[in-house]
């Protein structure tokens, strides 16, 4: 299944909308994108921390990966 964020089909897919940036992680290389919240789309905040959708292998179903998981913990004990 695709992720209804990344789908072709979506009008509302993150590839049409600008990215307010992109992280890396240094300990794994994985690149992660950030994008306004869809609903409510605010510029103070709500946003979307997601792997980067270049990347096919990111193109899936919303669901947590193991290292997504590890990203993650990586990416709050680096803040």
């Known amino acids: 299944s695709s992720c ?5 089909g979506m009008p509302l897919r993150l590839q049409l909308r600008e990215r307010i940036g992109t992280l890396t992680v240094p300990r794994t ?11 409510p789309q605010q510029a103070t905040g709500h946003a979307l921390l997601v792997p ?4 096919e292998e990111n193109r899936r179903g919303q669901a ?14 680096e803040a």
């Open 4 to 8: 209804s964020l990344c789908g072709d």
């Open 52 to 55: 980067t959708l270049s990347l």
């Open 64 to 77: 947590l990966t193991r290292e997504d998981c590890i990203d993650l913990v990586l990416l709050g004990f």
């Open 29 to 39: 290389q994985r690149r992660w994108d950030l994008h306004f919240n869809i609903s």
